[in-house]
């Protein structure tokens, strides 16, 4: 089967409405199809789509807005037309709101391509705009676990204005499709939402977020591969404009809701599932206090850390801790021993031919171990043939002398748990409130990534030149040894540093630097060079990223690990 889816500060400070962000975190557990309207190409029944192309899945018809530029996304006179002579419109598989996805043919290079349409009165404002700005913004992301996106422009055609995007076809079997057939296996359900979660740790570290994942956009292509469909694309129509921060939160909670689902065939979110369109799953079952049923009570023998993993980010309230990150994310699978042993782990090290890995394959230790048995026989096996060949050539008159025995290493321990925190508190020394946001600091670590700790607004990365920087400070409660600090920043690009001291300090030079990023990742792990333990921790910022409405620090949640 294949489916694709193809100055000084500025004024008072800025404050975020914490219910709004949960909410729209929440929006990504929506359940899986409810958007779901496909039209099927001529003589092509709709139950066969999965198997030969394009599945979309546009708003619900109650969220729609009227867009009084735009035209209707199934006008039939477009079928056959040539796009700027290379691109022909073949067959129209679905729409998303004013969006049509079309299969189409690349003229120049002969190939099957997705191209999604806007068709419009030449305005460009609002819609058109928005999809061209995602279209070139995921091109930002070139990665061999992401469809690729090859062109976005406009151009007139018919008598009409047309915004289009063209992006790779991808052949293969969507996750839903799966699903449809129950739960997969836990070794093939974690190979595949790991393959995922590391497209997504990248793309964030490029300030690139999907913002809307669901099964339906992960394809498994017939080499083995899986691929990610729609990024940032359908997002960028989504009433209400999420900003990055907010979209990489979504796209933490939808992992954890793709791990649910892959183990359990219920998808997370809320409503019923009831009434849905054709490729719906059925809804997680509630327990009495009306939160999402774990994984192990809907299904046994789902493996106890994918449970917890993902209960950390479903349930809140949940004793396992959340991840903090995309890649704290990808860290806990490549931790568990079901992903380390199973057949299909080996399988995400694979690459479909003709691409090239931008980033080296990071090894489960249980791999790391039968590949460091394979390279250690292969070197005993030489250094006997070349004492034979010696002996027999050379008369070597038995073993060398001082000959130098393998240096045998061991990997390091790996991290505990999060160390918990005494207290957090807002550190603005040189303000003249020394305040920044204090009633906020709780939201920095409530293990909720949806809300977050923020500071006022500058007018300036500089903090509009009024101090040199602002932060947290950190109690552990007593000195404690710290070997990896993990954050989530709500946007990329700013500076900061990790700071530490045995006594609190009055100022930032009163803890020393043990650690630094910048720029910094809105998903970053930092490693401090000092390993003896400490009690206070600074997390300080020296250059503010750009937010909406100018520049500000923002966490979303810390780990400190040891």
């Known amino acids: 089967m294949s489916e694709e889816r193809p100055a000084g500060r500025a004024g008072a400070a800025t404050q975020r409405d914490g219910a709004a962000v949960r909410s ?48 209707s996304p199934a006008d039939p006179d477009l079928h056959g037309q040539v796009l700027d002579g290379r691109y022909r419109l073949e067959s129209l598989l679905g729409s998303d709101g004013p969006v049509a996805l079309w299969r189409g043919t690349d003229l120049v290079l002969a190939r099957a391509v997705a191209v999604r349409i806007l068709v419009h009165d030449g305005a460009l404002d609002d819609e058109p705009m928005r999809l061209l700005a995602a279209a070139r913004h995921a091109g930002r ?21 047309i915004t289009y995007v063209v992006t790779e076809w991808v052949k293969g079997r969507s996750l839903s499709a799966m699903l449809h057939e129950g739960p997969l296996p836990p070794s093939r359900a974690v190979w595949i939402v790991h ?3 590391h497209v997504l740790a990248m793309a964030h570290q490029r300030g690139v977020a999907h913002g809307d994942l669901r099964p339906s956009d992960v394809i498994v292509t017939p080499h083995g591969q899986v691929k990610l469909l729609d990024l940032e694309v359908r997002a960028a129509l989504t009433p209400g404009q999420p900003s990055f921060a907010e979209r990489s939160r979504r796209d933490l909670y939808a992992v954890a809701a793709l791990l649910y689902a892959a183990l359990t065939a219920r998808w997370p979110g809320s409503g019923s599932g009831s009434g849905s369109r054709e490729r719906t799953l059925a809804a997680a079952p509630l327990d009495d206090a009306g939160r999402v049923c774990t994984a192990r009570q809907v299904r046994a023998g789902v493996p106890r850390d994918l449970d917890a993993l993902a ?21 806990r699978l490549e931790r568990s021993p079901v992903l380390a042993r199973s057949d299909a782990g080996a399988q995400a090290e694979r690459i479909e031919p003709g691409t090239v890995p931008l980033v080296p394959v990071r090894l489960t230790p249980a791999r790391r171990r039968r590949r460091g048995y394979l390279a250690g026989g292969v070197a005993a096996v030489l250094l006997v043939a070349a004492l034979l060949l010696g002996a027999t050539v050379g008369h070597l008159p038995g073993a060398p002398q001082g000959f130098p025995s393998a240096a045998v290493t061991s990997s390091p321990a790996p ?11 807002d550190f603005d020394p040189e303000g003249a409130d020394r305040s920044e946001q204090p009633g906020r600091v709780p939201l920095a670590h409530d293990g909720n990534p ?22 947290l400070v950190v109690d552990l409660g007593s000195p404690r040894r710290v070997r990896q600090v993990e954050l989530m920043l709500g946007a990329p690009g700013g ?22 990023a910048d720029p910094a990742p809105s998903d970053l792990r930092l490693t401090p060079s000092d390993t003896r ?21 923002d966490v979303a949640e810390m780990a400190f690990l040891p």
């Open 24 to 71: 729209a975190a929440a929006e990504a557990l929506e359940p899986e199809g409810v958007r779901t309207q496909a039209l099927s190409p001529a003589g092509l029944p709709s139950s066969e789509l999965s198997s030969t192309g394009l599945l979309t899945e546009p708003l619900a018809e109650g969220s729609r807005r009227q867009r009084g530029s735009l035209r």
């Open 141 to 161: 992301l070139v990665h061999p676990g992401g469809a690729s996106t090859y062109e976005a422009t406009t151009t007139p055609t018919g008598g009409t204005m």
């Open 195 to 197: 393959a995922v979660a």
């Open 311 to 331: 209960a950390g980010l479903l349930q809140p309230g949940s004793s396992a801790a959340p991840p903090v990150s995309m890649q704290a994310f990808v860290d």
């Open 415 to 425: 991290l505990g748990p999060p160390l918990p925190l005494t207290s957090v508190h």
């Open 450 to 471: 949806g809300t977050a700790w923020f500071s006022d607004t500058y007018a300036s990365a500089a903090f509009g030149q009024l101090k040199s920087g602002v932060g």
């Open 495 to 516: 500076a900061l540093q990790l700071r530490t001291a045995d006594t609190y300090g009055a100022a930032a030079a009163d803890f020393s630097v043990v650690a630094a």
């Open 533 to 553: 333990p400490h009690r206070y921790w600074l997390i300080w910022f020296t250059r503010l990223p750009a937010t909406a409405g100018g520049f500000r620090a």
